[in-house]
């Protein structure tokens, strides 16, 4: 869809060339490049995502990806600029828009084997064992810690003998939760290699140990490594253990990493846990590389069909059901033949981001294709002066946050985030919402966030707000000129236990919020209302001079579930007199241009001349995208 006219981008190309003059520009081919290379031109590019995310950036360099490529191999990480000379990640040549896409290829019959009637399973094994082949890091003084959130009541101490640190862990309440506590071991350098971590533990009363990961020590709190192999049971006596980290995404150069064990609900009230850390070393894993981390959704024919997830093997009924079991590292799915080679394409959408702007600022992502993640397509915090632009993002989420809770959004800004700007996107088929600003940290502000000119379908939500504690705060939020359109209507909304579908929901809100902006926006269809507050937020939202409609004659405007308000659409009037809300707002169904969902990046969701809300927005032009 073409958002912008050649004039606008002309003049933004040579305002950029001129503030930038002395900035590099690097390359990136999936097809004929080459990591080794020095990346500064077209003919000598860098070949994957992982070679750009270690690349050490200054103020100003622009990033290229060639159109028409597909670059697997991981979550794009992005670097910071500086005010006024951003990093840009933006694309070259002809084709398609580049796409970042993190999931797995297995349409292939040899990565499946049959194991019962119509049921298939991922190989993996470890016939050819673990070796280690680095140096040794004596970890038996680390320093380890142990992170607890209510309802856990936790308690650590440590104790030094002989050149060994003895932690004892004492649970007088366990977590509903396994990140309510957490262990958080010493800070590593190489995020992206293998390793095998050896320590002791024991326990007065038994309990099978929860597993070890490397992860992110900041949001968005990305998992590097995740333990693989056999179950540890823990019991009264010493038991020394080798435990095996399997890299399964590539880590940026200078990224604060840390060993991490979701510790929350492992062992029982009453228990003292004594932990001793030994030493780390690097390794190569040697066979079928095991699936560790949660596969979200699994993909057919670039959405022709999607998987549905299961908690079990005996869930197995349906053609497509599917079970991963992480902690074997193995998939299985029920299928008639084998599910490798059967289709055009067959991909397994497992933990990661496309991409983060976890810790960045003075960065812009200028027209990329970010597709087929099982977190968030765009995801992380503590994030300054980022924009989003002319992006696609599609077939997002579906992996496990925690439990059996499941999440992914098209876009998400996570507690600290200011000066963003995202505009001008296409978003479809997200697990959870398509743009979202949210978070729980005490003390984080989010001001200035604007979303504007965005096409957004098809996503379970498609703006969520929702924010904690009392300390943070949240204000200038502006949504405007977005059209969203049949919201509920995803691949994952009959598989979710929380059907929430809606265009705007505002789930728990205790933090101090002002100045939201919902306004010149065209909100068409939603299964369940096309406004959802749990917390009623009715009195700090500023919505006006919008486009709304609902197909279905007894469909639902608002719901409020703390008050238990339902507010049908034909009692639109209520709506605006009772509430002070949409007073200059159309009642109407919209009229496209080419309303083509079945091949939305297609179609033309501009409203006709003759559709309502054609001339009816606050600035005389017409409402939803530009």
Request: hydrophobic letters at 35%.
């Amino acid at each position: 869809m073409p958002f912008h006219s050649m004039t606008n981008t002309i003049i933004f190309s040579g305002l950029l060339a001129v503030s930038v003059a002395s900035a590099a520009t690097y390359y990136v081919d999936a097809g004929h490049g080459d990591d080794k290379a020095d990346g500064t031109s077209a003919a000598t590019a860098w070949r994957s995502v992982a070679r750009v995310n270690v690349q050490k950036f200054q103020p100003g360099d622009t990033v290229l990806f060639k159109r028409g490529d597909v670059f697997r191999g991981g979550t794009l990480q992005l670097a910071s600029g500086e005010p006024g000379k951003p990093v840009t990640y933006s694309a070259y040549g002809e084709g398609h828009k580049p796409i970042i896409q993190p999931s797995l290829d297995f349409n292939d019959a040899s990565k499946w084997e049959a194991c019962g009637e119509n049921l298939w399973r991922t190989k993996t094994n470890l016939a050819n064992g673990i070796k280690v082949n680095g140096p040794m890091i004596d970890l038996r003084m680390s320093n380890w810690s142990v992170y607890v959130e209510k309802p856990a009541v936790v308690t650590c101490e440590s104790k030094t003998h002989d050149g060994q640190k003895t932690y004892s862990i004492s649970y007088a309440k366990h977590g509903e939760r396994e990140t309510n506590v957490q262990l958080l071991g010493p800070n590593l350098e190489n995020g992206s290699v293998h390793y095998v971590f050896k320590y002791r533990i024991r326990s007065d009363k038994p309990f099978d140990m929860s597993i070890f990961r490397i992860m992110m020590s900041r949001s968005p709190w990305t998992t590097y490594s995740i333990e693989f192999g056999k179950h540890v049971h823990v019991t009264q006596d010493w038991q020394d253990v080798d435990c095996f980290l399997l890299n399964n995404t590539s880590c940026a150069e200078g990224t604060l990493i840390r060993l991490n064990n979701f510790f929350g609900k492992a062992a029982p009230d009453g228990a003292t846990v004594e932990f001793e850390p030994i030493s780390l070393q690097q390794a190569d894993f040697i066979g079928e590389r095991p699936l560790l981390s949660d596969v979200g959704n699994i993909i057919f024919n670039h959405g022709e069909a999607c998987g549905w997830k299961r908690w079990n093997i005996e869930q197995l009924k349906t053609e497509k059901d599917y079970y991963h079991d992480t902690r074997e590292g193995v998939l299985y799915i029920r299928h008639t033949g084998n599910p490798g080679g059967a289709y055009k394409s067959l991909e397994l959408v497992y933990k990661t981001h496309c991409v983060s702007h976890g810790g960045a600022h003075d960065a812009v992502v200028d027209g990329l294709w970010c597709r087929y993640a099982g977190g968030h397509g765009f995801g992380g915090g503590n994030t300054h002066r980022v924009t989003i632009r002319n992006c696609d993002i599609c077939y997002i989420g579906g992996s496990v946050l925690y439990d059996t809770t499941r999440y992914g959004n098209g876009i998400e800004f996570w507690c600290e985030a200011q000066d963003c700007l995202v505009e001008n996107n296409h978003i479809w088929q997200c697990y959870d919402v398509a743009i979202t600003n949210q978070g729980n940290a005490p003390n984080q502000i989010q001001r200035n966030l604007t979303y504007r000119n965005n096409l957004l379908h098809n996503c379970e939500q498609h703006y969520e707000y929702w924010r904690s504690p009392e300390s943070a705060l949240t204000e200038n939020i502006q949504f405007i000129h977005n059209t969203c359109l049949n919201a509920g209507e995803v691949w994952a909304h009959w598989q979710r236990p929380n059907k929430h579908s809606c265009h705007l929901l505002a789930y728990q809100v205790t933090a101090p919020t002002r100045n939201i902006i919902i306004r010149d926006n065209v909100f068409c269809n939603a299964i369940e209302a096309l406004v959802l507050h749990h917390a009623d937020l009715r009195k700090v939202i500023d919505c006006d001079h919008n486009l709304w409609w609902q197909d279905k004659p007894d469909g639902m405007l608002l719901r409020i579930f703390s008050a238990k308000y339902n507010l049908k659409f034909s009692e639109f009037e209520k709506w605006q007199k009772d509430d002070g809300k949409d007073v200059h707002s159309l009642v109407g169904k919209p009229i496209f241009v080419n309303a083509d969902f079945a091949n939305p990046q297609a179609a033309d969701f501009h409203l006709t001349p003759n559709s309502p809300g054609a001339h009816a927005a606050s600035d005389g032009g017409p409402v939803g995208i530009r």
